[in-house]
């Protein structure tokens, strides 16, 4: 027979191994996604309270929960131990206290003396009188009864076969309960409901949830769709004023909840907003889109202005939601403008260029319209690469020119005592000041080479799959205190000081090889610069202290971190190309340097060649003759034949940006066409929030592109 088990302990293991599938996954995935970052803009100070802030940064709302699941763990594990009857192995030597060599004698003399301490004659306890006829008798018997002995030796128990112990795995109280005829039904359903429905239905809304996003951003598969292929997609010419309009319509601010509670805090917004844009005022179709589009517009202008706190606490959280989104969408509006297209299977540069510049205006807090006043060459040292500084606004800048300060570079040089004493004649806070010059030591310096070869070959025919590899070095004005070690270079990469932007960014870079006439990316990457940030940390800028202060273009610079990139060389020609390297939360830090390629038409003599084979002719096919290779190559060639310089297509480009640009000079937010990527509405919800704006239309506003 059959033993039955207490169902208690049973059932603390029943939820130990529940707990068990979901805690060991989430820890696993906490500790490998634990991003950890080095902070350059750290002072000496800070970093001795490095651990105190690491222990304080620790005690999230996510961490704390995981740290109270394992303590329920060891709870139960502590329970199941205490309650658990583990199964005992019979051993009668050890019962009665000898050797397993005893003889006779001695088994009679252990079995005497155990007796007069267990016997119920000798001794009253219940448990005594228990022990000595479930333990002490057998045990005896087992070593002098022949037939106990050889079930001792089969079975390992003087008594033969044991039966296993049996259970279910239910606490007695809800046994009882469906004992009970009367309640017997409702403990069934608890049961059911408990064990079985809620962990699907948990199940169920999590893979829902899921199938929503796609990639390491966790994109709405429905965002991709409009910035790829609706009305509002990303355009060939779409510069940095225009990227508010396409990336304000991703599903993600489509549907962020917008009741008619909120209208009046919008309201206070868009009168804000008003004021640093008057243009808005007379653009009515920038109004007649949805309201959750417009105050997801409206919250990024708020941030871009460095106006955060004035927004009401009601829209606080609408207002970290589009700060934390943001930078994953503008990174999906750079892959796709990356996308080959035809007929050259090269991206766009224009609309790349404008959402990574997108980018370093979300990170730093600097307003759109800045980024069109830095038209000189060396946009790098513009308007907007000091109104990344915190506390910097325009009044600030002009009084600040007035003394020959005219771009950040020339902060930079100045001594840190002027430096300083010139910021305390603008009469700014110690904190302020203090600000301001961690992000100045923090700021990289880019030292960037590159080259395009192809491997083993001495010159490059159309068709070869040419390598750039472009050869980077960083350095910072903090490596230069002292303070900041290897040790420091830690983790992903390293952490960008940013006071107005509330969520941790690691530093990363995009590396583009691009071809401007022809407004084509040919191939890009985005990527953290860790390796190159410790070759400057340990050497210092190779160009000034290796190369006798030559530029970028003409030292030969090995060193640093290497990143390889390939791209089919399509057409004949010599090719002005450049390789511009952009950080993604940097404004000032951008380097762009020129790589002369000169692609040779592929000729017939070169018959004991070993290069591959033009691009789409299968290689493989070694009785594939000249003409069918020449076939194949002739028709990747675009219909116009390209000059070798690129001067026609050069000239039609240029013509179309200037085009392009005169549009963009006359207003920053045209909203009067199809291009502007303008959402419409028609919904109740919508033209309350335009009668509270004082906007409406006369005719009915259909929508399009699914954006209903």
């Known amino acids: 027979m059959s033993d039955e088990v207490d169902g208690s302990s049973l059932f603390g293991v029943f939820l130990l191994s529940i707990l068990s599938l979901v805690l060991i996954p989430w820890t696993i995935y906490k500790c490998c996604n634990s991003e950890t970052s080095s902070k350059p803009f750290e002072l000496a100070e800070r970093k001795k309270t490095r651990w105190m802030r690491k222990f304080r940064e620790f005690w999230t709302c996510g961490n704390i929960t995981l740290l109270l699941l394992w303590v329920v763990a060891i709870l139960l594990l502590a329970y199941v131990q205490q309650t658990q009857k583990e199964a005992e192995i ?18 009679k003399r252990a079995y005497k003396k155990l007796a007069l301490q267990y016997h119920p004659d000798k001794n009253p306890d219940p448990k005594a009188a228990e022990y000595f006829a479930e333990k002490i008798t057998k045990a005896h018997a087992a070593l002098t009864d022949p037939i106990s002995k050889e079930n001792w030796i089969k079975h390992g128990h003087p008594d033969g076969p044991q039966g296993s112990a049996v259970g279910i795995a239910i606490p007695k109280w809800l046994l009882e309960e469906l004992k009970d005829k009367k309640r017997a039904p409702m403990a069934l359903l608890l049961m059911v409901a408990s064990f079985i429905l809620l962990p699907l239905a948990i199940m169920g809304c999590f893979l829902f949830r899921s199938n929503k996003f796609t990639g390491p951003n966790n994109i709405m598969h429905e965002t991709l769709e409009y910035y790829a292929y609706s009305k509002y997609n990303v355009k060939e010419s779409q510069s940095i004023v225009r990227i508010p309009e396409t990336l304000v319509v991703a599903k993600e601010f489509i549907t962020l909840h917008t ?39 409206l919250l990024l202008l708020t941030h871009l202005e460095r106006e955060q706190d004035s927004v009401p606490a009601l829209l606080q959280n609408d207002l970290k939601y589009v700060q934390e989104r943001t930078p994953a969408l503008l990174e999906e509006i750079v892959k796709i403008a ?22 370093q205006c979300v990170v730093q807090a600097v307003p759109i319209a800045s980024r069109k006043q830095t038209t000189r060459r060396d946009h790098a040292d513009g308007y907007a690469a000091l109104l990344q500084l915190p506390g910097m606004n325009t009044d600030l800048l002009r009084q600040m020119q007035k003394k020959r300060i005219q771009s950040l570079n020339d902060l930079i040089k100045m001594d840190d005592k002027d430096r300083v004493e010139l910021l305390n004649g603008l009469r700014l806070e110690n904190t302020t000041i203090q600000d301001i010059d961690t992000s100045i030591g923090a700021i990289p310096q880019l030292t960037v080479t590159a080259e395009c070869v192809v491997d083993g070959e001495e010159e490059i025919i159309e068709g070869d799959v040419v390598t750039c590899r472009v050869h980077l ?8 205190s002292g303070d900041f070690t290897e040790s420091d270079l830690r983790g992903q990469g390293a952490q960008v000081f940013s006071p107005y932007f509330p969520f941790k960014r690691t530093e990363k870079w995009y590396v583009i090889l691009a071809y401007q006439p022809w407004n084509a990316v040919l191939t890009w990457t985005h990527t953290t610069l860790k390796d190159a940030e410790l070759y400057g940390l340990q050497y210092g800028d190779p160009i000034e202290k290796k190369n006798n202060g030559q530029t970028p273009v003409e030292a030969d610079l090995t060193g640093g971190q290497t990143i390889e990139m390939q791209f089919p060389a399509r057409h004949e020609g010599t090719f002005d190309f450049q390789v511009i390297c952009m950080s993604d939360c940097w404004i000032g830090c951008d380097q762009t340097i020129p790589v002369k390629v000169t692609v040779r038409k592929q000729a017939r003599t070169r018959l004991g060649s070993t290069r591959p084979s033009p691009m789409g ?28 310089d690129g001067t026609k297509y050069a000239a039609e480009v240029e013509e179309e940006e200037e085009e392009a640009e005169d549009d963009d000079d006359e207003e920053d937010y045209d909203y009067d066409s199809d291009e502007t990527g303008e959402l419409e509405t028609g919904s109740d919800e919508d033209e309350q929030y335009r009668q509270g704006n004082g906007t409406s239309t006369d005719e009915e506003i259909s929508e399009t592109d699914g954006l209903q």
């Not at 640093?276 to 007649?288: G, I, M, Q, S, V």
């Open 259 to 297: 009741p008619a509670e909120h209208q009046p805090a919008c309201e206070d917004i868009r009168k804000l907003m008003l004021r640093y844009h008057p243009e808005l005022k007379e653009k009515a179709a920038f109004w007649k889109r949805r309201a959750s589009v417009v105050k997801a517009h």
């Open 473 to 480: 070095v960083i350095t910072r004005r903090s490596h230069e």
């Open 617 to 644: 002719a299968d290689s493989d096919d070694d009785d594939e003759d000249d003409v069918t290779q020449k076939r194949v190559v002739k028709k990747q060639e675009p219909k116009e034949k390209v000059p070798d």
């Open 90 to 107: 019979f051993d009668p030597f050890e019962i009665l206290g000898i050797e397993q060599n005893a003889e006779d004698p001695d088994i």
């Open 338 to 359: 990356c996308i080959p297209r035809r007929p050259y299977g090269y991206g766009w540069l224009t609309p790349t260029i404008g959402a990574i510049q997108m980018s």
